[in-house]
């Protein structure tokens, strides 16, 4: 049978609104949108369960919806429904296989690879993949993994036909983040999302499970990627879209929130302004929600950590206005604290771009290729520099930029090379810090050039990469123009300077100076 799993209902009758009867709101989730319905009693006793079973499966017969049994194979076997889910300390698949009728759905709860691994081996139809985030659901008692580890688990179904549900905390407030990043770096997704409190508690189920599925169905509209075809970046390409930003910055003047460290605070502030945008600098978790409603883009960097609330809430609510989100894990691999708190931080958002030196972003990947002293990266940087932006982009669902001597960025797909820069910003504090500035600049005008676009199904509006390649040769060109300078002596007067040169900056130079290569476009993967 083929199951649409895009929208399962687990049933929860604790959670039922007062006075709102249990048949009314599964009747009406179902109007609203649920393609399958997990029945799920874990304190009624026997004859409760059956007969909560038995009404379960007579309204959703009227739907042509599969009914799901949870735990329980005799309950199932007793209404006939349409299979069972199987959590890690109940029946084995094979002998609930041989106790079922043939062509019963199988599903099995998994929360790490081994779980995914060995309901495929055993024949389950589906797995749910969870808990995603944090659940009131108290029931709910596997382990929070973070839509970050998603990605591997749904790697382990390649090439199988076994479907897999997420589940575990899931909203219409963190759905689209929910499908985006649970994603293999193979391009593995979700089939669907477990939902139980939003539409359980809700007085109007139907409505609720409405929300949802018009996230589900706009997102898989969006992401499917034979609808538009794609047109490769050229090096002309990306001169003249970042010309057009910059020009549209200076006529706009964006707003650029920018949580970020004390160390570059001030200097960030203006070179926010030199380039012809509006920094505010606020770090108050109460005024978070109002400025993601003002700002055109949003930097967080965490070189001195001192605002975590204020980075969890700012993602989020920049998340929901599909505005970028620019994220600097500044000295991430230094401490355990700064290595849980990136963790949290993008399990809580979606990052538009993930700036780093090759430290940072090599213990941001868990890969040993680079060492890093505080917030200084040591040594060569990565063998295959190309290669690794690539594959952090397709892990982390965003554009990658891996600054050095030599910059980097990448979407995935795309990956381009940028060659300008001075040994002066190396000797200077915080020009890591400027180029997440200037990137943040730049993602605001790709944004406001595509605010209006329909931005249904997706995270963010506007070419981040377009932004990140913009962002990065205005800091390094304005740097080798600033240590041209006949007033330039050393790091002190290069820092004044570079401020200069970033408000003197014209298109017309940075198409003159830019040094871009586009290296790999390898849009048929
Ligand atoms: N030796 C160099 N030659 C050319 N360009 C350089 C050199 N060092 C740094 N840069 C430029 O300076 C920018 C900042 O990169 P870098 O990797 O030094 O940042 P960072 O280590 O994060 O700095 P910080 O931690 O001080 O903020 C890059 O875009 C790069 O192009
Ligand atoms: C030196 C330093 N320490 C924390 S943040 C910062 C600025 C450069 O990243």
New binding site residues.
């Given amino acids: 049978m083929a199951v649409d799993y895009s929208l399962y209902l687990v049933t929860g009758r604790g959670l039922l609104p007062e006075g709102k009867a249990y048949n009314d709101s599964l009747r009406e989730a179902l109007q609203g949108g649920v393609t399958v319905v997990q029945v799920r009693e874990k304190k009624s006793d026997t004859l409760e369960f059956l007969q909560v079973a038995q009404q379960s499966k007579d309204i959703c017969n009227e739907f042509r919806v599969p009914l799901i049994i949870n735990d329980r194979i005799d309950i199932a076997l007793a209404v006939d429904a349409d299979g069972v889910h199987l959590g890690q300390t109940d029946m084995p698949v094979h002998v609930a296989r041989k106790l079922l009728h043939p062509g019963k759905i199988i599903g099995v709860s998994c929360s790490n690879i081994d779980h995914v691994r060995k309901a495929v081996e055993d024949g389950a139809d589906y797995v749910g993949i969870g808990a995603i985030w944090t659940t009131s659901t108290k029931q709910l008692t596997n382990p929070i993994l973070g839509v970050r580890e998603i990605g591997p688990l749904l790697s382990a179904l390649d090439g199988t036909s076994v479907k897999a549900v997420g589940i575990g905390g899931i909203k219409s407030t963190n759905l689209l983040r929910t499908l985006h990043g649970s994603v293999s770096t193979t391009g593995h997704r979700l089939d669907g999302v477990a939902v139980v409190s939003e539409i359980v508690a809700s007085l109007d189920p139907l409505r609720s499970a409405q929300i949802l599925k018009d996230v589900y169905v706009s997102w898989s509209i969006a992401t499917n990627t034979q609808a538009a075809p794609v047109i490769p970046y050229t090096v002309e390409s990306i001169r003249a879209g970042v010309v057009d930003l910059m020009r549209l910055i200076r006529e706009i003047g964006p707003l650029i929130h920018q949580i970020t460290n004390v160390v570059?605070t001030n200097q960030s502030a203006n070179a926010t302004l030199a380039l012809g945008a509006s920094p505010i600098m606020a770090t108050a978790p109460e005024e978070m929600y109002d400025l993601s409603r003002a700002l055109s883009a949003l930097l967080i960097n965490f070189?001195t950590v001192k605002d975590k609330e204020a980075m969890l809430l700012a993602g989020q609510f920049v998340n929901e206005e599909k505005k970028p989100v620019i994220f600097d894990p500044?000295?991430v691999g230094a401490t355990q604290f700064r290595r849980e708190t990136a963790v949290e931080l993008l399990n809580s958002w979606q990052a538009s771009v993930i700036k780093?030196?090759?430290g940072?972003l090599a213990a941001l990947a868990d890969s040993e290729a680079v060492q890093a002293r505080g917030?200084?990266?040591v040594g060569p940087g990565f063998a295959d520099p190309a290669t690794f932006v690539r594959n952090l982009a397709k892990k982390e669902r965003c554009v990658i930029a891996l600054?050095?001597?030599?910059?980097w960025v990448s979407d995935g797909t795309t990956v381009v090379k940028?060659g300008?820069?001075?040994?002066l910003?190396?000797d200077?504090?915080?020009?890591?810090?400027?180029?997440g500035t200037c990137i943040a600049i730049f993602c605001a005008g790709a944004w406001a050039r595509a605010r209006n676009e329909d931005g249904r199904g997706k995270l963010v509006k506007g070419d981040m990469l377009m932004g990140a390649v913009g962002g990065?040769l205005a800091?390094?060109i304005a740097?080798e123009r600033a240590a041209l300078r006949p007033d330039v002596h050393g790091s002190g007067t290069f820092l004044p300077a570079l401020i200069d040169e970033l408000y003197n900056l014209t298109p017309e130079t940075v198409v003159e100076w830019g040094q871009l290569y586009v290296v790999a476009n390898d849009i048929a993967e």
């Fill in positions: 570059v070189g500044v000295g780093g030196n090759a940072e917030v200084d990266s600054t050095g001597v030599t910059d940028l300008n820069g001075h040994r910003l190396g200077i504090t915080g020009s890591g810090c400027l180029v990065i800091l390094t740097g």
